[in-house]
C-alpha cells in the first residue's frame, strides 16, 4: 500500500458513470459497476463515488446501484451525493460503504456532521468542499454542485467542519476540475496549514508531477484522480486505468 493515498474518485450521475469539466459540460464514462471490476483487477487501495445531481435534482442516493457497486468492490468506498438525514446515510453505510462524503447539507445544517462523527467515527465522516476562485484570486465556497455560492471562506469552513468532526476534507477545485492542469496547490496549502485531520486534494490531476507538487509542496494527505483514470490521455478515449505503483512510490516515499 502506498505511503500517499490515491484515490480515483468517480462521478456518478444516478446510474451512469461521467466526468465533469470546470462542474460543467460531462462526458460519460460507461457503467460503474463495471468499472468497479476493472479497478479491483488493478487493486486500487481505495474508491469514492460521488452523485453530483442528487442534491440539486432534490433526490436521495440511488442505494439499488450502490449496492451493486459495494457487492462488486473489494476495498475499501466511499459515497457522497444527496446524504440529507440520518437513516439514508445509515443504509448507504449497511450495504458496505465505509465513508460518507458530506458537502451540500453540511453547509445548511452542520450538525449533521457532529452527528454522524458521533455514531459512526469521525473515520467515517469526510466533509467535501467545493471551492472556487475568481479572477482577483479570491476563493469561495460553493455548494449543490458549484451551482450555489455561499458566504463561506474555505480556510474558515475547513476549521469549523474539523471542529464539527469530520475525519477528513476532500477539496475540490472548481477551477481545476477536469481540466489536466494541476491540483491548486496553494488553496491545499492554505487549508493543510489550518487543520490537523487528513486533506484529500482533488481536481486537476494530469501527470505524476502534479500528484508530487500537491503532497510535498500542498502536504496532501491524499489525492484524489479523476480524469487520469478514466480516459487514455487529454482529449482521448475512455480507458479505466491506475498510474504506475513503483512510478508513484518514487515520488511520493
Not at 473515520?123 to 479572477?135: T, W
Not at 476532500?170 to 494541476?182: E, F, H, Y
Amino acid at each position: 500500500m502506498l505511503k500517499t493515498r490515491v484515490i480515483p474518485v468517480l462521478q456518478l450521475i444516478d446510474e451512469s458513470l461521467v466526468k465533469t469539466v470546470k462542474f460543467g459540460e460531462y462526458g460519460y464514462i460507461g457503467d460503474p459497476v463495471n468499472t468497479v471490476r476493472i479497478f479491483n483487477e488493478l487493486e486500487v487501495d481505495e474508491l469514492s463515488f460521488l452523485d453530483i445531481r442528487a442534491t440539486i435534482e432534490n433526490r436521495g442516493p440511488n442505494l439499488e446501484i450502490l449496492k451493486e457497486i459495494a457487492d462488486e468492490c473489494f476495498m475499501p468506498l466511499s459515497y457522497g451525493g444527496g446524504l440529507r438525514d440520518f437513516e439514508t446515510a445509515k443504509k448507504v453505510l449497511s450495504i458496505g460503504f465505509e465513508k460518507l462524503v458530506i458537502n451540500s447539507y453540511a453547509v445548511e445544517n452542520p450538525s449533521f456532521i457532529t452527528r454522524l462523527a458521533e455514531h459512526f467515527g469521525n473515520q467515517s465522516v469526510i466533509a467535501s468542499i467545493d471551492v472556487k476562485r475568481n479572477i482577483l484570486g479570491k476563493y469561495s465556497v460553493f455548494s449543490h454542485d458549484g451551482t450555489k455560492k455561499t458566504k463561506l471562506t474555505p480556510v474558515k469552513w475547513a476549521k469549523e467542519l474539523e471542529k464539527l468532526g469530520a475525519g477528513e476534507l476532500l477539496i475540490t477545485s472548481m477551477n481545476q476540475d477536469g481540466t489536466w492542469s494541476g491540483y491548486d496547490v496553494n488553496l491545499i496549502k492554505k487549508i493543510t496549514d489550518a487543520v490537523s485531520i487528513p486533506v484529500i486534494a482533488n481536481g486537476g490531476a494530469g501527470n505524476l508531477k502534479h500528484i508530487e507538487d500537491v503532497v510535498k509542496k500542498g502536504n496532501a494527505s491524499a489525492v484524489a484522480l479523476g480524469s487520469m483514470v478514466v480516459y487514455q490521455m487529454k482529449d482521448m478515449g475512455v480507458l479505466v486505468n491506475f498510474p504506475d505503483r513503483d512510478k508513484l512510490k518514487e515520488i511520493l516515499e
